[in-house]
């Protein structure tokens, strides 16, 4: 199944478009001649993605700023786009931050933010674009996971549970939906080098950030954007970047977390 095709009436909404794996999704999905919504909430850097992109791909690039973890401002984003004139054929969400360290020491509303944007916002956005879709019998959606949903992630316990949500409901919904025209794709990048890791402040053994300590497997977000958009459109239901993590994820899946849980939990602790 192939993307829809692109139309002066059509736009990709495109969550967390400001920076880093968001910013080269718009870029692969603009260079195919979409239009693009970019949401997120620094919005001079939208404005100047959204320039760069009719610039460049001569296509209609729109900006609707919104924070994705306030329930008010994110149920107004049909009517915004609608305004605009706009439908929405393709969805991205990728907007997401994790949490790090002992989860009895972290911040609750840290925490319940990182629900509301990696998890709600998807579950929020899926429901109120996905019945136009399927009436069209024509959308995809392209759903931003991790490597961390293949497994619980102590010291990452919100941000494990948050990104499996998301793989087994895209997983769900690509099943759900295909027989409706609609193809969704989860994307499981592993270390991708972005912004998300001095969010994240993932020290791990050593006091290493997360990514250093496991070296050769950090790619670009050029590349983890090429592959997800790459694997929304000969519509794959998951697409894990590269091939060590391929491996390693697939690898993964016969060792039991008895034994998986206890290794993970040396790796990721402070010390
Ligand atoms: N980097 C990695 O190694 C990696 C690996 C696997 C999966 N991922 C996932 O990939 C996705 C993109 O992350 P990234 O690596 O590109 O990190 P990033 O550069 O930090 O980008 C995160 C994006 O999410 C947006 N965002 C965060 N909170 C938001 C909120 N409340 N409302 C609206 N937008 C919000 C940010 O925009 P504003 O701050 O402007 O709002 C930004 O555009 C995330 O879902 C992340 O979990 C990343």
Not at 136 to 143: S, V
Not at 184 to 198: E, H, R, Y
Not at 210 to 238: D, H, Q
């Amino acid at each position: 199944m192939s993307l829809p095709t692109p139309a002066p009436s059509s736009a990709a909404l495109l969550t967390g478009a400001s920076g880093g794996i968001g910013a080269a999704i718009a870029r692969e999905l603009a260079a195919r001649g979409h239009g693009i919504v970019l949401v997120a909430r620094r919005e001079e850097r939208l404005m100047a993605l959204a320039a760069e992109l009719t610039d460049r791909h001569d296509v209609r690039a729109e900006t609707v700023p919104c924070d994705l973890a306030d329930a008010d401002s994110r149920s107004r984003l049909g009517e915004r786009i609608a305004a605009l004139g706009l439908e929405v054929e393709i969805l991205v969400n990728n907007a997401g931050f994790a949490t790090g360290g002992p989860f009895h020491q972290s911040d609750p509303d840290r925490e319940l933010e990182q629900v509301r944007v990696d998890v709600e916002a998807v579950v929020a956005l899926t429901s109120a674009f996905a019945p136009a879709m399927v009436a069209r019998r024509r959308g995809a959606i392209l759903n931003v996971s991790s490597t961390a949903a293949f497994q619980p992630m102590p010291y990452s316990a919100g941000y494990g549970a948050a990104k499996a949500y998301v793989l087994s409901f895209s997983e769900a919904l690509h099943q759900e939906l295909h027989g409706h025209g609609i193809t969704v794709t989860a994307l499981c990048p592993g270390p991708v080098k972005t912004d998300f890791w001095q969010i994240a402040d993932w020290k791990v053994a050593g006091g290493r950030s997360f990514e250093e300590a496991i070296p050769g497997t950090t790619i670009a977000p050029e590349a983890a954007a090429r592959a997800g958009v790459r694997g929304l459109e000969s519509g794959k239901r998951v697409v894990v970047p590269g091939l060590p993590m391929r491996w390693a994820m697939d690898a993964s899946r016969y060792i039991p977390h008895a034994v998986k849980l206890p290794a993970l939990e040396w790796f990721m602790r402070r010390r």
